[in-house]
T-cell receptor, first 114, second 117 residues
Framework: KAGVTQTPRYLIKTRGQQVTLSCSPI?????VSWYQQTPGQGLQFLFE???????NKGNFPGRFSGRQFSNSRSEMNVSTLELGDSALYLC?????????????FGQGTRLTVV | GESVGLHLPTLSVQEGDNSIINCAYS??????FIWYKQESGKGPQFIID?????DKRQGQRVTVLLNKTVKHLSLQIAATQPGDSAVYFC????????????????FGQGTILTVHP
């Protein structure tokens, strides 16, 4: 079966712009989580959605937001981009919470802010 | 932040050796732990998991050991192969206030494993 699909794979944006990243989970998976990966901070949790509801949120500024659609696809948006937002953004999907079912990660979207 | 990734520890082994990768976790409330493998240009790949009511779990060529007393996790890879070369992360999650910490994995900094033929 198809894995977690993230689009686009690579993105270059200018400071001050906004960006939307997309994640299509594995069919049947209702939970989608987002993570930011940087060399300096490692992998950090952004937020998690389940059945179109945000169930959990990490410690990121309000410029980072997300949503989930009825087909479980999820998007995250970053407004007013800063140089420090350059990172690999990863999403993971699972049937329910990580504690009950395995989570699968996508290949990520590499965002570069210039 | 909860995850620090300044200088990743490295482990260099010869093909066929056994590898042991260690991880210290910080949250005593965590009750579910996962090891991930991340190859260059790819997302993390699930290797093995363990719940806090266990202290050892074995998979194919891999074993995870959990020591809750000292909040330590280790991953043992038997007969390491060049294809095992990657960055390995431990991750923890558990029941936060009011219930499960949905979707929230706290990752360790990672260890770079290099396997020489």
């Amino acid at each position: 079966k198809a894995g977690v699909t993230q689009t686009p794979r690579y993105l270059i944006k200018t400071r001050g712009q906004q960006v939307t990243l997309s994640c299509s989970p594995i069919s049947g998976h209702r939970s989608v989580s987002w993570y930011q990966q940087t060399p300096g901070q490692g992998l950090q949790f952004l937020f998690e959605y389940f059945s179109e509801t945000q169930r959990n949120k990490g410690n990121f500024p309000g410029r980072f937001s997300g949503r989930q659609f009825s087909n479980s696809r999820s998007e995250m948006n970053v407004s007013t981009l800063e140089l420090g937002d350059s990172a690999l953004y990863l999403c993971a999907s699972s049937r329910d919470s990580f504690m009950n079912t395995e989570a699968f990660f996508g290949q990520g979207t590499r965002l570069t802010v210039v | 932040g909860e995850s620090v990734g300044l200088h990743l520890p490295t482990l260099s082994v010869q093909e066929g050796d056994n590898s042991i990768i260690n991880c210290a976790y910080s949250n005593s409330a965590s009750d579910y732990f996962i090891w991930y493998k991340q190859e260059s240009g790819k997302g993390p790949q699930f290797i093995i998991d363990i719940r806090s009511n266990m202290d050892k779990r074995q998979g194919q060529r891999v074993t995870v050991l959990l020591n809750k007393t000292v909040k330590h996790l280790s991953l043992q890879i038997a007969a390491t192969q060049p294809g095992d070369s990657a960055v390995y992360f431990c991750a923890e999650t558990g029941r936060g206030a009011g219930g499960t910490s949905y979707g929230k994995l706290t990752f360790g900094q990672g260890t770079i494993l290099t396997v020489h033929p």
